[in-house]
């Protein structure tokens, strides 16, 4: 059965640093775009950062840019999401997310297909306290 499970949220004050993992299980990791994305309470879904399978181009949100990073290891089957400079307003449930691969995919398109993606994780929660 695929799974993906995320860790690593947690409690930070503002301007300080975590870092998100994103596990999968179930299915050919490798084969498959990477996405983190959160909710904060009483917001819509955001599309945080993603990356492409393979080629492993990367996108970041203009809001998180300069301080998230996105990064991949298909050997240990994880998506890793480094958290830099934390605001009060980073503060939500982190979700990862995985789609199968796509010819052409950018990080950024992977990113467009939030709707579409095959599996999702439970979500981990990041707060940031001012």
């Known amino acids: 059965q695929a799974r993906l499970e995320e860790s690593g949220g947690g409690l930070v004050q503002s301007g300080g640093s975590l870092r998100l993992s994103c596990t999968g299980s179930g299915f050919n990791f490798d084969y498959y775009a990477i996405g983190w994305f959160r909710q904060a309470p009483g917001k819509e879904r955001e599309g945080v950062a993603c990356?492409?399978?393979?080629?492993?181009?990367?996108y970041v949100a203009d809001s998180v840019k300069g301080r998230f990073t996105i990064s991949r290891d298909d050997y240990r089957r994880t998506a890793y999401l480094d958290l830099n400079t934390l605001k009060p307003e980073d503060t939500g449930v982190y979700y990862c997310?995985?789609?199968?691969?796509?010819?052409?995919?950018?990080?950024?398109?992977?990113?467009?297909?939030?709707?579409?993606?095959?599996?999702w994780g439970k979500g981990t929660l990041v707060t940031v306290s001012s």
């Open positions: 990356i492409s399978s393979s080629r492993g181009s990367t």
């Open positions: 997310a995985a789609v199968w691969r796509v010819l052409g995919d950018t990080g950024q398109s992977v990113c467009a297909r939030a709707d579409a993606m095959d599996y």
